[in-house]
T-cell receptor, first 116, second 113 residues
């Protein structure tokens, strides 16, 4: 399977704990995106990488959130001191960069976070 | 926050009927995309549109990129039970916003056999 994969699929944590999610993009894709989706809403952009460089961050990405893509392949999203408002589906997507062919974004299955 | 207005919010139809949903924006997008999402899963890309006025089909699905670049619609013909799900439109401004996608709030489709 060469699609986008995310782990874990589900995470339940207590308020105040730290959590980390992983995303493995489609192998030839050099752009990787993180989105957050709450119930009844469409996904909202958080941040994106081109190779290992983090090029843009949304205002939604508070100081408690950090994302990395150290070798330009997989990425991790960490949330520190989780709050109940962080409960959501965290989606990862990948694409080629503009000029390298079609750059549609393909999504992974998501990580469902529940903060109790 | 969301910038796209997607309608209708929900639709209840009989198997075999055609479906139409649309998406409008107050600003211009260079690309429109349509995704389908099943419960507990990530969005799956259905159709991508790159030029104003473009009409593209994918099986029973047809989508159009509005001439003003501020709207798009999706039609599903001869619906079947597996069409059930949430359909999202997404716009993209390739030059200025790092290719981030801006999503509508979705259209929940229910198909009665």
């Amino acid at each position: 399977d060469t699609g986008v994969s995310q782990n874990p699929r589900h995470k339940i944590t207590k308020r105040g704990q730290n959590v980390t999610f992983r995303c493995d993009p489609i192998s030839e894709h050099n752009r990787l995106y993180w989105y957050r989706q709450t119930l009844g809403q469409g996904p909202e952009f958080l941040t994106y990488f081109q190779n290992e460089a983090q090029l843009e961050k949304s205002r939604l990405l508070s100081d408690r959130f950090s994302a990395e893509r150290p070798k330009g392949s997989f990425s991790t999203l960490e949330i520190q001191r989780t709050e109940q408002g962080d409960s959501a589906m965290y989606l990862c997507a990948s694409s080629l960069a503009p000029g390298q062919g079609s750059y549609e974004q393909y999504f992974g299955p998501g990580t469902r976070l529940t903060v109790t | 926050g969301q910038q796209l207005n997607q309608s209708p919010q929900s639709m209840f139809i009989q198997e075999g009927e055609d479906v139409s949903m649309n998406c409008t924006s107050s600003s211009i997008f260079n690309t429109w995309l349509w995704y389908k999402q099943d419960p507990g899963e990530g969005p799956v890309l259905l159709i991508a549109l790159y030029k104003a006025g473009e009409l593209t089909s994918n099986g029973r699905l047809t989508a159009q990129f509005g001439i003003t670049r501020k709207d798009s619609f999706l039609n599903i013909s001869a619906s079947i039970p597996s069409d059930v799900g949430i359909y999202f439109c997404a716009g993209q401004r390739r030059e200025t916003s790092g290719s981030r996608l801006t999503f509508g709030e979705g259209t929940q489709l229910t198909v009665n056999p």
